[in-house]
């Protein structure tokens, strides 16, 4: 399937949900890890109703143990989602770390301007803003697959990158092209969008999950956009790219690719887990995670 198939599959998809067709509740249940989606996790407890204030929007972001000692880790989260599907992860690694979860914007309960086009750079300096307001100057940033591509981003700019001590990017790739052209059949990905769109009804009555969801899928058709050697002059020593083995979202060949051309990055598969293991597997993730720290 090309790109704009993909493209205008996501659309349709996006419209015919924002009109009559029934929303499912029920999880994918089809036996193997990886083909489930468990239920959104849930935030800790109490859930901010601070945000920030950036460029007309309010970011939605919480601290989580500002106590411990350590370089907070900043997780950011994928396309259509937001940072409750990092709950089970920000309850482990918040044990023993501080953690800041972010809503990027439009996202979950962050708002987006009406005029807004969605890139992975705006992402990224909306990230960098929050955490200069709230006094990060250093800061280790976990992405996954869209909070992935941003977290590339942000090692691609260097006022950005020199506050990065160290990435871990989950399902990342660095063109539209490395989506899986089959992503969009799996019933996964059905579950995913439907429980999306309920889940953006009650975090934000009031907005348009249609127009939310097409921003992110023409965001999605079309970028990121970057070379091998435009990744080359990111600073791996400090990145790991991690990938799932039954990622059904990224191409399977994509996070050793992203590796190789990133000079000195690390690579890390996660095991008996898709594109959707924060949620499949917390435990793993969070391990992974913790294992470059
Ligand atoms: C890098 O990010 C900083 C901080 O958001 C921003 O001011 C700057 O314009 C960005 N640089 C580029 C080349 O985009
Ligand atoms: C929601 O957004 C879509 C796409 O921008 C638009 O066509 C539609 O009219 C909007 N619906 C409402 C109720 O505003
Ligand atoms: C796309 O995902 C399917 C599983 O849904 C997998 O079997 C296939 O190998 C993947 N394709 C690529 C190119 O990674």
Same mark, same amino acid.
């Given at each position: ?5 993909? @493209? ?11 009109? @009559? ?12 890890? *990886?083909? $489930?989606?468990?239920?959104? =996790? ?14 007309? $929007?309010?970011? *939605? ?12 880790? !900043? ?13 089970? !992860? ?7 770390? =501080? &953690? ?7 996202? %979950?309960? @962050? ?5 807004? &086009? ?21 800061? /280790?940033? /976990?992405? *996954?697959?869209?909070?992935? +591509? ?18 871990? /990017? ?30 953006? +009804? ?10 939310? %969801? ?11 956009? *970057? ?15 991690? %990938? ?5 979202? &990224?191409?399977? +060949? ?13 690579? /890390? ?19 992974? !995670?913790?294992?470059?720290?």
């Amino acid at each position: 399937m090309s790109q704009l198939a993909f @493209s205008l599959f996501t659309l349709a998809s996006l419209l015919c949900f924002g009109q @009559s067709t029934p929303l499912h509740s029920s999880h994918v249940r089809r036996g193997e890890k *990886w083909e $489930t989606l468990p239920a959104t =996790p849930a935030l800790p407890t109490p859930v901010n109703t601070a945000t920030f204030a950036q460029d007309g $929007t309010k970011l *939605w972001f919480q601290k989580y143990n500002t106590a411990a000692t350590g370089t907070p880790i !900043v997780l950011i989260h994928g396309g259509l989602g937001y940072s409750a599907y990092f709950g089970d !992860v920000i309850t482990i690694l918040s044990k023993t770390h =501080p &953690v800041i979860a972010v809503d990027r914007r439009g996202h %979950g309960r @962050s708002t987006y301007n009406a005029d807004d &086009v969605f890139t992975f750079d705006m992402f990224a300096q909306d990230t960098y803003a929050l955490l200069q307001a709230e006094g990060v100057t250093c800061a /280790v940033y /976990v992405g *996954w697959s869209d909070g992935a +591509a941003t977290t590339l981003a942000s090692l691609l700019n260097t006022t950005i990158a020199s506050t990065i001590t160290k990435a871990f /990017v989950f399902a990342g790739f660095q063109s539209f092209s490395d989506t899986n052209s089959t992503f969009t059949d799996t019933a996964i990905y059905a579950e995913f969008l439907s429980r999306s769109a309920t889940e953006y +009804a009650t975090l934000q009555p009031s907005a348009n999950f249609t127009d939310f %969801g097409t921003k992110v899928g023409t965001l999605e058709a079309t970028l990121p956009d *970057w070379s091998d050697a435009d990744l080359a002059k990111i600073d791996g020593s400090k990145v790991t790219i991690a %990938g799932a083995d039954h990622d059904e979202a &990224v191409n399977l +060949a994509v996070p050793a690719h992203l590796s190789s051309v990133i000079t000195g990055s690390s690579l /890390v598969m996660l095991k008996d887990v898709s594109h959707f293991a924060p949620v499949q597997d917390a435990t793993a993730f969070a391990a992974a !995670v913790e294992a470059i720290l």
